[in-house]
């Protein structure tokens, strides 16, 4: 049962430029979170959907960033017009249908894709 | 104030040592605590979970949980040098986990 999968793995973008992170979730959940982790930062929550539905986007930056979780397909965090400050890691995150596990904490991260903004 | 604080300073010990990591919150409606462990260049994985006040052991894991004074811990005994990683201290309220800033524990064989 392969893990939480996330694409790439390292992705380089000048500024400006946009940045598409995929996930696919583990196989059977359909609840998808996406954290950012910053230097010397811990992990940020962004942003938790379900299929079709955004859910809780408080953690998302009010403009530039964008996610979905279509019907088919993995889960994108989209971020447009990139600068330095969105160098960082993002982490995928997913967890079972119908289980509040989600809610208790019972995560299952995938290996992050790492941002550098030249 | 942040919501939970995490002192990041690395820590190293030797083989057979007990490992002692903690935090402490502010925010009163966070429901369940939680510690991941997290290697170089992967995600964290869940370590240890737990909603009440008292300990939870696991194994070598202890997690200690005070409502009251609204601090977790983390207890390793017999440190191995496969526990070397970064351990976070998590919480939950609604669909969001708040993080600490992680520990680097490096045991040395």
């Known amino acids: 049962n392969a893990g939480v999968m996330q694409n790439p793995r390292h992705l380089v973008r000048r500024r400006g430029q946009e940045a598409r992170l995929r996930c696919s979730p583990m196989?059977?959940?359909?609840?998808v979170y996406w954290y950012r982790q910053l230097p010397e930062e811990g992990l940020k929550f962004m942003v938790y959907?379900?299929?079709?539905?955004?859910?809780?986007e408080s953690g998302m930056p009010k403009e530039r960033f964008s996610a979905e979780f279509p019907k088919e397909g993995p889960s994108i965090l989209r971020i447009q017009q990139v600068v330095r400050g969105d160098s960082a890691a993002y982490f995928c995150?997913?967890?079972?249908?119908?289980?509040?596990?989600?809610?208790?904490?019972?995560?299952?991260f995938g290996s992050g894709t790492q941002l550098s903004v030249l | 104030q942040k919501e939970v604080e995490q002192d990041p300073g690395p820590l190293s010990v030797p083989e057979g040592a007990i490992v002692s990591l903690n935090c402490t919150y502010s925010?009163?409606?966070?429901?369940?605590f939680m510690w991941y462990r997290q290697y170089s260049r992967k995600g964290p994985e869940l370590l240890m979970y737990?909603?009440?006040?008292g300990n939870k052991e696991d194994g070598r894991f202890t997690a200690q949980v005070d409502k009251s004074s609204k601090y977790i811990s983390l207890f390793i005994r017999d440190s191995q040098p496969s526990d070397s990683a970064t351990y976070l201290c998590a919480m939950s309220v609604n669909n969001r986990l708040a993080f600490g800033k992680g520990n680097q524990v490096v045991v040395i064989p």
């Open positions: 737990t909603y009440s006040s």
């Open positions: 196989k059977g959940h359909s609840h």
């Open positions: 995150a997913s967890s079972p249908e119908g289980d509040r596990l989600s809610a208790r904490g019972k995560l299952f």
């Open positions: 959907l379900q299929k079709e539905n955004i859910i809780d």
């Open positions: 925010n009163s409606a966070f429901q369940y």
